[in-house]
């Protein structure tokens, strides 16, 4: 077998048909594997997902099965990375698996397996939500030697509740209604749904309205509202997230004509709302998500709506209503059998070196980023190590540990960084500014003059070169030249604090401010000071607070800052040399 990957929308897309072919010709297959259903989700996955696709070893361009998949980058607390493998619907899909034309099982599981094995990189496989009843991934398991790889049930329990997550109650349609109440139901059961239903029917207080283009958005604003009512206070945090992703995913389905949808209202107040999945090819049913009035009972919004979605669903030729995961005491009123899931975790034996996957490298560096935004730096350090371990000519990890370098004081590396940047980007505007940078805080002028020009060469408009160029030759006590760089960094960028505070300091050495001028800008010097020292460049904070100081001497917070990242400096200093 040959099998692909696919991992983008466009050709996800473009497989549409050939994904719908096989989906209609599996006999396991389910919703949560449809196109229609992974097409809505998978762009709101934030991890990588990926398709393993399979065809014969011909030239055939069809696909014969379909295997969605995710890796999920995990970091350790010094900052490595390694990652996991899961099915692409967790952590929304309350089934998952594979897609399969019935005929190529046998070579198809093996080939998905090879290929896990072999051409992917992870630490551990969660296996979530499949059916005891799922063959296939009991063969797909068989293909990781027991020598190599050790296997563990688990089991996921909400603190607090009772509710059992790996058995999903669901109903096996008859073809009639009445035969459906008859069979299914207790008596009791029974007589409440035909008395409720009639009442409804027969009402003019109460009525059920269904989704269409124009009550759509309102629909789904009732039932989070009520949903919320409910969830809010056990969710906490996370109650937002699931109504983003559940209002995405109602809107997704009903654009692909999948979606029943029904509010139960009491003049024009809304008593409950019930949303459903409608998987026409599968002849199934799927409840997703109900909200109830709480304070109303009479007649009981749950108890009618879904009466009235296994109703419909009845009438309409569908063989399973699906209640899908939890065992709630409620669901078996309605006459329900049970499936149970699993949840199972392959992980490696031995494994000193926690793997992690190439794909998972934009992540990582997002990840490391933020860890160095965040003054983590060793976190960082180990981050952007890592990628570099990967893809050694990484550009934007070559800058930012060369950036990280320079704020540890380790220059000789961060330069040899940023030469190894230029060697891969020669025009890059960014590691010739940060080389001017590094070239001026070690007091290499003439290099870091060189540097900025260079900079200004490839982008004229470059204000923030103009600025360090200007205090490189001030530096050199070339004030004209120093001043007229900042009076073009001001032209080019009117906001510029450091350009204008820059400027008068230069003004200020030829005794050209005013008292009051040297006032404002003594406050000045010592908010840049600041900012400097946030972002830990303290020689330059420390230039700011004396700056500021020599203006105006009486600047107490300028002198208390200069006195305090100074004593910073020593104990830092205290703490590096080795005791002999």
């Known amino acids: 077998m040959q099998i692909d990957i696919i991992e983008d929308d466009e050709t996800f897309e473009k497989i549409r048909n050939n994904w719908d072919f096989v989906y209609a010709a599996d006999p396991q297959a389910q919703f949560f594997l449809s196109w229609v259903w992974l097409s809505g989700w998978l762009p709101m996955v934030y991890e990588q997902w990926f398709i393993l696709a399979a065809k014969p070893d011909t030239h055939d361009s069809s696909y014969v099965a379909f295997f969605p998949l995710k890796i999920v980058l995990e970091q350790q607390d010094d900052g490595g990375f390694y990652t996991e493998l899961y099915m692409a619907g967790n952590s929304v899909a309350d089934y998952t698996g594979m897609i399969c034309l019935p005929s190529y099982e046998e070579k198809v599981i093996p080939a998905f397996a090879a290929y896990i094995l072999q051409q992917l990189e992870w ?17 797909f398991l068989k293909s990781f030697p027991e020598d190599s790889f050790e296997f563990t049930q688990h089991r996921i329990h909400n603190s607090g ?18 035969q ?3 069979n299914y139901l207790s008596s009791n059961t029974r007589q409440k749904i035909r008395r409720f239903l009639r009442k409804i029917e027969n009402s003019d207080e109460f009525h059920i309205t269904h989704v269409n283009a124009d009550n759509l958005e309102s629909h789904i604003e009732i039932l989070l509202k009520l949903w919320e009512s409910t969830w809010r206070e056990k969710k906490g ?18 654009e692909h004509k999948c979606l029943y949808f029904p509010v139960l209202w009491q003049g024009d107040k809304p008593l409950g709302a019930i949303a459903n999945f409608v998987d026409v090819q599968q002849k199934s049913m799927l409840f997703v998500i109900t909200g109830r009035d709480k304070t109303f009972n009479n007649p009981p919004p749950g108890l009618i709506l879904h009466a009235d979605t296994i109703r419909y669903a009845i009438q309409n030729g569908f063989k399973v209503y699906d209640f899908l995961r939890g065992n709630e005491e409620y669901k ?13 975790i392959v992980k490696y034996k031995n494994c000193q070196n926690k793997k992690w996957d190439v794909r998972a490298l934009p992540l990582a560096f997002h990840l490391t980023v933020q860890a160095h935004q965040a003054n983590q730096l060793a976190k960082a350090e180990q981050g952007y190590r890592q990628i570099l371990e990967v893809e050694s000519n990484h550009p934007e990890a070559l800058h930012g540990l060369s950036v990280l370098m320079r704020q540890k004081g380790e220059y000789q590396t961060a330069e040899n960084l940023l030469k190894n940047l230029l060697q891969v980007q020669p025009h890059s505007v960014k590691a010739l500014f940060s080389l001017g940078n590094l070239y001026q805080t070690q007091g290499q002028l003439s290099e870091a003059i060189e540097a900025y020009n260079r900079v200004l060469a490839l982008q004229p408009d470059a204000s923030a070169a103009y600025n360090n160029l200007g205090y490189a030759l001030q530096q050199l006590g070339k004030w004209e030249q120093a001043i007229a760089c900042y009076q073009k960094a001001l032209e080019l960028q009117p906001e510029c604090i450091e350009a204008e505070v820059n400027k008068a300091n230069a003004l200020h050495a030829q005794r050209k401010l005013s008292l009051d001028e040297q006032a404002h800008y003594a406050v000045l010097n010592n908010d840049l ?11 330059t904070a420390i230039a700011y607070y004396q700056q500021s100081i020599s203006m105006n001497p009486d600047l107490a917070a300028a002198q ?17 040399v080795p005791v002999i």
Not at 130 to 138: K, Y
Not at 529 to 539: A, E, I, S
Not at 560 to 576: A, I, R
Request: hydrophobic letters at 30%; a negative charge.
């Open 560 to 576: 208390y800052n200069l006195d305090l990242v100074l004593q910073e400096q020593k104990l830092t200093f205290k703490q590096s």
């Open 123 to 139: 630490s551990s496989f969660n296996i979530q939500n499949i059916l005891e009843t799922d063959t296939r991934m009991s063969r």
């Open 237 to 254: 945090d996370n109650c937002g997230v699931i109504m983003s992703i559940v209002s995405a995913n109602l809107r997704h389905c009903f």
């Open 161 to 178: 509740e009772d509710t059992d997550n790996y058995i999903a109650p669901y109903v096996s349609l008859s073809d009639n209604w009445e």
């Open 332 to 344: 078996y009123s309605f006459g329900v059998k049970e499936r149970r899931l699993q949840h199972i």
């Open 180 to 182: 459906y109440l008859q």
């Open 529 to 539: 000071g600041n900012k400097c020292k946030q972002v830990g460049d303290f020689k």
